[in-house]
Structure formats: structure tokens, C-alpha cells
């Protein structure tokens, strides 16, 4: 299987081609009101923990925000870091680094030692770089502002949520949602830590009000901070077919007990589809009278990108390409 799939994976595409390139963009204005918002709270703020997804280390990151990482003290956390192919992790790294990232940690909020590593890691790191310089707000002694950032659906309001339990049970914890969009706008301050007291400001996700290219804006839908409505899921189902078959990795050929890899989305969503029962009535009649049925491509789709984000198709770096520079 191997050896054939090897065969296949010379004839497939090295290039993806997608022709409405100006739908790769998503700056609706509750992410303008947003970046207003954090600009006219950071008189407040002693550091940040910018939330991203360990699969785009790179991808995504709003430019607009990154004056911010530089006039206080900041802390990238990945997040999803278990859904992530992190062989090359020290290389992520040093490419942060020489970006001026001089904090990075990789985590996965849904993980079992996710306590742990907030009251072991990622909190201290981020206060001794807070006591290390001057206060913007000396009149203020032991008492911190932590303000939350990221791009949509990276885990940002479930990570402020168990900074808040890793100290404390009380108070308010901010909403969690399936899809990205769920913080609209920049809350009221958290309590999250005592000795110091230490809050913690959520904010919405923001995108950059320009998506850089078609891949990054791809990269974006696979790892569901763009709605997938957007592009269309089968476009969105196309890329991944492509970014795996480009870099040899047919895990999904076993997990959909196909045949071999394929290469042409409609087929592929054909194939799940029929194995999985996903059809939908037609208001067009048979010959026989009887309502006619076609396959739910758009159900498939959905279904296939479900299992992506879930690790399902194996773990994933989409970014590898950033390192080879």
C-alpha cells in the first residue's frame, strides 16, 4: 500500500489553485471594534498572553496587534500543541525567536496537566517578565492586568476559563463556543490569582484585516477560525487534500478505507458520502414518481473537516514551509 500510494502521490498536484482569491478575507466589525478596544485599554495592561494554534505557528498572527507584543510584556502560547506535528519544534522556536518572540509555549487546553503547566510555566514566565521592568502603572503595587489575544477559535476564552480554576472557583468565567466569533467584544476583568491578584481581560478573536494569501487564509479554515461557510467547505476539503498528498501523508487513505490517494475532492467527498449514508431529498421526481436523492457533498465536507480538526487524519504542521526559508 505504501509503495502504491508513493506511485500515486508523483501525478498529484504541486499546486493549489483557487480561483476566488478575494473571499480569502474576514474583518467583519465586531474585529475593528475590537482592535479599537485593546488599543484604548493598553494604558491599563501589564503584559499579554497571545493565544495561537500550534498547527499555524506562523499563519494568521495579527500584524495590527504586533506593537503591542512590544511595549509590553508578552507570552505566545500554542495552543492544540496535541493536534500539532511538533518533530521540528526547536525550529519553530528559533524562527520565533528571530521574529521577537521571546516566550513560547506550547500547550493544549483540554489536556489533563493544562493546571500544572499555567501555575508552572506559563503564569510565572509571564510575571517575572512583568517585574522585570518598569511598571506603566506604578501607583498600582501587586495587582496585575493581563489582557487574552488571538485570532478566532484558538482557545482563548477556554484558556482564560482554566487560569481562572488553576487558583480559583469563583467568579465568572468567559463563554466557549464551536465556531469562531464567539467573544464579541473586550469583557470586564477576570480574577484569576490572589497572591498577586491577577486579572485577566478576554478579548474577540482578531484576523489581520488582510489575509495574506490564499494558503495562510486555507490554513485558517482547516483550523477553524475562519467560518467555514466563507470559502465553502469543499474548497476548504480540496486544500487539505492537496497539503497532504504534497507532503506524503496518506493517513486518511486508511482512516477512509479508501483504495489509494485521491486527488480530486469531488471524488473523495463521492466516497464518504456514499460510505456514509449522506443524501438528501430533491424536489426533481423519477420516473416512478418518488422523490429523486443526491449525495450531500456539503455534509461530507463538513464531516471530513470535523475529523481534521480532531486530530483524526494524524497530527499536523501546517507551517512547515515557513521553516524552510
Known amino acids: ?35 479599537e478596544q485593546i488599543q484604548a485599554s493598553l494604558h491599563n495592561i501589564d503584559g499579554v498572553l497571545e493565544i495561537h494554534d500550534a498547527r499555524i505557528p506562523f499563519s494568521g498572527r495579527n500584524n495590527q496587534l504586533r506593537d503591542v507584543f512590544h511595549v509590553r510584556p508578552h507570552v505566545l502560547v500554542l495552543n492544540k500543541s496535541d493536534l500539532a506535528d511538533l ?5 519553530i522556536e528559533e524562527k520565533l525567536y528571530s ?7 506550547f500547550t493544549a487546553s483540554l489536556a489533563k496537566d493544562i493546571f500544572k503547566v499555567i501555575r508552572k510555566d506559563i503564569v510565572p514566565i509571564l510575571l517575572k517578565d512583568i517585574q522585570s521592568r518598569p511598571r506603566f502603572r506604578p501607583d498600582i503595587h501587586n495587582h496585575y492586568n493581563i489582557m ?24 465568572k468565567g468567559a463563554a466557549v463556543g464551536a465556531s469562531p466569533g464567539v467573544t464579541r467584544s473586550v469583557m470586564n476583568k477576570v480574577r484569576v490569582n490572589f497572591d498577586p491578584d491577577m486579572y485577566v481581560v478576554d478579548t474577540p478573536g482578531i484576523l ?25 467547505e469543499d474548497h476548504i476539503v480540496d486544500y487539505m487534500l492537496y497539503w497532504l498528498n504534497k507532503h506524503h501523508n496518506f493517513k486518511y487513505v486508511k482512516y477512509y478505507d479508501l483504495k489509494e490517494p485521491c486527488d480530486d475532492v469531488m471524488d473523495f467527498l463521492a466516497q464518504i458520502a456514499i460510505k456514509n449514508q449522506f443524501v438528501m431529498k430533491t424536489k426533481e421526481l423519477t420516473h416512478s414518481g418518488g422523490l429523486q436523492y443526491r449525495l450531500n457533498f456539503v455534509r461530507a465536507a463538513t464531516f471530513v473537516l470535523k475529523d481534521f480538526q480532531r486530530g483524526n487524519l494524524g497530527k499536523i504542521m501546517l507551517d512547515d514551509d515557513y521553516l524552510d526559508f
Request: with cysteine; glycine share 10%; aromatic share 6%.
Open 1 to 35: 500500500m505504501a509503495r502504491r500510494s508513493a506511485q500515486i502521490s508523483l501525478k498529484l498536484r504541486d499546486k493549489f489553485v483557487f480561483q476566488n482569491k478575494a473571499n480569502v478575507q474576514w474583518f467583519p466589525g465586531h474585529m475593528k471594534k475590537g482592535v
Open 148 to 171: 487574552v489575544i488571538g485570532v478566532p477559535n484558538v482557545g482563548k476564552s477556554t484558556m482564560l476559563n482554566k487560569l481562572r480554576e488553576s487558583y480559583t472557583k469563583q467568579g
Open 87 to 91: 518533530s521540528r519544534k526547536k525550529e
Open 208 to 232: 489581520s484585516p488582510k489575509i495574506g494569501s490564499v494558503d495562510t487564509g486555507m490554513r485558517l479554515c482547516l483550523c477553524d477560525s475562519i467560518p467555514n461557510r466563507l470559502m465553502g
Open 99 to 105: 521574529q521577537g518572540i521571546n516566550h513560547v509555549q
